[in-house]
C-alpha cells in the first residue's frame, strides 16, 4: 500500500504569515492533485502537477511536485483567513484515478 | 458546473438498522466513489464504479455494499449498522479514467450510529 505523508498535520499562523505544507512518499506517482476542503464541503481541487520538477502558480499558492515524482509541497504567501482549511494532497500511482492515495491533511487556520 | 448531491447532511441511525446512502451526479461521469473521511486517518476508499452496474473495492469494503442501477446515481448500503461505521461520507465522481481527472466530491453526509 503506498502512503502520503503530510505534514504539519495542523498549522495556525497570522494572516500576512507565509507557509508551507509538505506531502512525502516513498512511492512514485504518475502525477499528485491538491485538494482544499472547507468545514460542511468536499474538497475541491486546486492543481495537479504529472512531471517531476513541475513548478504550478495559483495568485499566492506555488505547487511543486518533486524530480523524482516523490514528493511535493504547497508555499502559500501572505495568507489570507479564506485559505484557512484542509488541505489534502493526493498520488495517483497507476495513470487511473481509481488508485488515488489521500494524505490525511494539514488544517490551516490563519486569524485575522 | 460538476455538481455532486448527496441526499442527506446528517443522518442518525440505530445499530443495525439498514441504511442508504444516496449521489448524483450531473455531469454524465462515468466514474463514480465513495469515501469515508476521519480524523487522523484521512480520506478511505469503500467502493468505486466505473460503468452502470460495475463495481468495484476500495480499500475498506467491509460492511458496506454498493448499487449503480443508474449512471447518475450511486448509492452506498450499509447492511447493518454498527457504531464503528460514524463518520463523514463523501460520494465523488470523475470523467472515466482521462489522465488525471481530478474528483468532483459532494458535500459529504454525517452519519452517527447510536
Known amino acids: 500500500t503506498q502512503l502520503l505523508e503530510q505534514s504539519p498535520q495542523f498549522l495556525s499562523i497570522q494572516e500576512g504569515e507565509n507557509l508551507t505544507v509538505y506531502c512525502n512518499s516513498s512511492?512514485?506517482?504518475?502525477?499528485l492533485q491538491w485538494y482544499r476542503q472547507e468545514p460542511g464541503e468536499g474538497p475541491v481541487l486546486l492543481v495537479t502537477?504529472?512531471?517531476?520538477?513541475e513548478v504550478k502558480k495559483l495568485k499566492r499558492l506555488t505547487f511543486q511536485f518533486g524530480d523524482a515524482r516523490k514528493d511535493s509541497s504547497l508555499h502559500i504567501t501572505a495568507a489570507q483567513p479564506g485559505d484557512t482549511g484542509l488541505y489534502l494532497c493526493?498520488?495517483?500511482?497507476?495513470?487511473?484515478?481509481?488508485?488515488?492515495?489521500f494524505g490525511k491533511g494539514t488544517l490551516l487556520t490563519v486569524n485575522p | 458546473d460538476v455538481k455532486v448531491t448527496q441526499s442527506s447532511r446528517y443522518l442518525v441511525k440505530r445499530t443495525g438498522e439498514k441504511v442508504f446512502l444516496e449521489c448524483v451526479q450531473d455531469?454524465?461521469?462515468?466514474?463514480m466513489f465513495w469515501y469515508r473521511q476521519d480524523p487522523g486517518l484521512g480520506l478511505r476508499l469503500i467502493y468505486f464504479?466505473?460503468?452502470?452496474?460495475?463495481?468495484e473495492k476500495g480499500d475498506i469494503p467491509e460492511g458496506y455494499s454498493v448499487s449503480r442501477e443508474k449512471k447518475e446515481r450511486f448509492s452506498l448500503i450499509l447492511e447493518s449498522a454498527s457504531t464503528n461505521q460514524t463518520s463523514m461520507y463523501l460520494c465523488?465522481?470523475?470523467?472515466?479514467?482521462?489522465?488525471?481527472?481530478?474528483?468532483?466530491f459532494g458535500n459529504g453526509t454525517r452519519l452517527t450510529v447510536t
Open positions: 465523488a465522481s470523475s470523467l472515466i479514467d482521462r489522465d488525471n481527472s481530478p474528483l468532483h
Open positions: 512511492s512514485v506517482f504518475s502525477s
Open positions: 502537477v504529472v512531471t517531476g520538477g
Open positions: 493526493a498520488g495517483n500511482s497507476g495513470g487511473s484515478n481509481y488508485k488515488l492515495t
Open positions: 455531469m454524465d461521469h462515468e466514474n
Open positions: 464504479s466505473y460503468d452502470v452496474k460495475m463495481k
